[in-house]
Structures are given as C-alpha cells and as structure tokens.
C-alpha cells in the first residue's frame, strides 16, 4: 500500500505545498501518515469546487464519514487517500470523533449561508485547522498540544479565509461574520458585487486583529510544546505575513506571498520556533 501513501505526498506536494514543506521536517518514518492526514484535508476542502453543487457534495462529504465510521471498506481500500488515512487511523490511534467533526464542519462550504457571528467562526476554525494540528501533533508522539494548536489553528483559518476573501465574494459565499458587517454597515450583497467601502474596510481589519490576538495566546503557549510538536505548527508561522500583506492590499486584490518567501519563513520557524507565531 505504499502507492497509496506516495499518492498522498503528490497530492499534497500540488494542492497544499505549505503543508508538504512542514512535513518535510517531520521524522522520516512519519511523513506518510501525516500526508494521508493533510491528503484527507485536501480532499475535503475541494468538495464544493468538485461537486459544484450542494447535493453531490454532501454525498461526497458522507462517503467520508462512512469510511471514517469503519463503513465502506472495500471501496476506501480502492482510494489511495482513504486507504492511507485508515491505516494512519489505525496505527496512530487518531480519534475518529476529530474527524468527524471535521467533516460536518466542512458542510458549510458547500453552501452560501453566511457565517453568523465570530463564534460560529472560531467554531469552524477550531473543527478544521486547530483539529488538523492536534491530530497531526498526534501523529508525531507529541502529547496534547490542545491549549497551543486551539488559537494557532483558528488564526491560521481566519488568515487562509481572509486571503480567499475574493474567491468566496464573487461566488457568493460568506465567511466574514454578519456581525462585523452589520457593526460597520457593511451589506452582503455590495461584497457580492465586488463594492469596497470604509465600512469592510473597518470589519476586514477587525478580523485581522482577532487573527493577530489569536496569534498571541498561541505565542505564549509555543515555548511548552515538545520539540516533537513543532512540525505540526510550522504552517501557522505564514500566519502574520499574510495578515500583513492582506493590511497592505485592497479587499478585493489577490494577496499573495511568494512561494519562495513562504518556504523560507517554514524554514526559519523549523530552525527556531519561536518564530512560528512572530
């Protein structure tokens, strides 16, 4: 089954290099399981380009959840992702209750109800990347790193969403919270349109500094964590350029950081991991 698990690594290598460039600095033996793992997040999070509708996309979405549940074992075995992620699940003893919850949270990608309030927000963030983190942690014998990866993941997803901000505006889909539009008079349907205004402007900034806070409660609680740890955080330390570059763009600009830049910034949080959340 080692085809399955180099699958995995082409995957990721293509779909998500962030990721493929973190694992590269995990022990030898534990790359493959953590790119079954981040191959299993890949392949969620294009569900909804992939399906194009809602309907296909839920089916997809519950074929996951049956082969995480232990259903389905003969067609997983014929999927390179499924089959490494069972035989990671196994060997690694990954809670099946993280995935799942992974799963259901990514529902509501497939829709365009707007996300509600930061709670709701933080919640999504916490169910998908802060989950992804400790699960990986997981994977590299690294103890609970809960207290570390719960704001670490959520800053890290606020800071992949508000550089998707384009994207998810000119298709209809609302991960910026009603909240902060409303507290800045700010209409879903000008966001739609592609209309800038000082009012976005105000709640585009002020998800950023609840990224940047998020960012600091994960700061203090970095130095604790076990050298074995670090690999799992290493994606997070794109977290504050890209908060940076998106300060310096126009809501509707690409922001993007280079990918030299962005591997040499994984490189250096590698070297010293204090530098993950600076």
Not at 166 to 191: M, N, S, T
């Amino acid at each position: 089954m080692q085809d399955a698990f180099a699958y995995c690594a082409e995957l990721l290598r293509s779909a998500d290099r962030d990721r493929f460039i973190a694992s590269l600095f995990a022990p030898a033996d534990r790359r493959g399981a953590l790119h079954a793992l981040y191959a299993f997040n890949v392949e969620l999070a294009r569900v909804r380009d992939a399906a194009h509708t809602a309907l296909p996309g839920e089916i997809r979405l519950q074929w996951w959840s049956d082969v995480v549940g232990g259903e389905r074992a003969e067609e997983a075995g014929a999927n390179p992702v499924a089959s490494a992620l069972l035989q990671t699940i196994e060997r690694y003893q990954l809670p099946s209750g993280k995935l799942t919850d992974l799963i259901e949270a990514r529902r509501f990608d497939l829709y365009d109800d707007a996300m509600a309030g930061i709670t709701d927000l933080e919640s999504y963030a916490s169910k998908t990347s802060s989950a992804l983190i400790e699960l990986a942690a997981r994977i590299l014998a690294a103890g609970s790193v809960e207290a570390a990866a719960q704001p670490a993941g959520i800053a890290y997803a606020i800071a992949g969403l508000l550089r998707a901000f384009p994207v998810h505006a000119a298709r209809g889909q609302l991960y910026l919270p009603l909240e902060f539009l409303q507290r800045h008079e700010v209409l879903p349907q000008d966001l739609f349109a592609g209309r800038s205004s000082a009012g976005l402007a105000a709640a585009l900034a002020e998800l950023r500094n609840l990224a940047r806070r998020r960012l600091d409660e994960a700061h203090e609680r970095i130095g604790a964590l076990p050298r074995e740890a670090v690999p799992a955080f290493l994606p997070v330390a794109l977290t504050r350029p890209m908060l940076d570059k998106l300060q310096r763009s126009l809501p509707f600009e690409p922001a993007e950081i280079p990918a030299w830049r962005r591997q040499w910034l994984v490189w250096r949080a590698a070297r010293d991991p204090a530098r993950i959340t600076q």
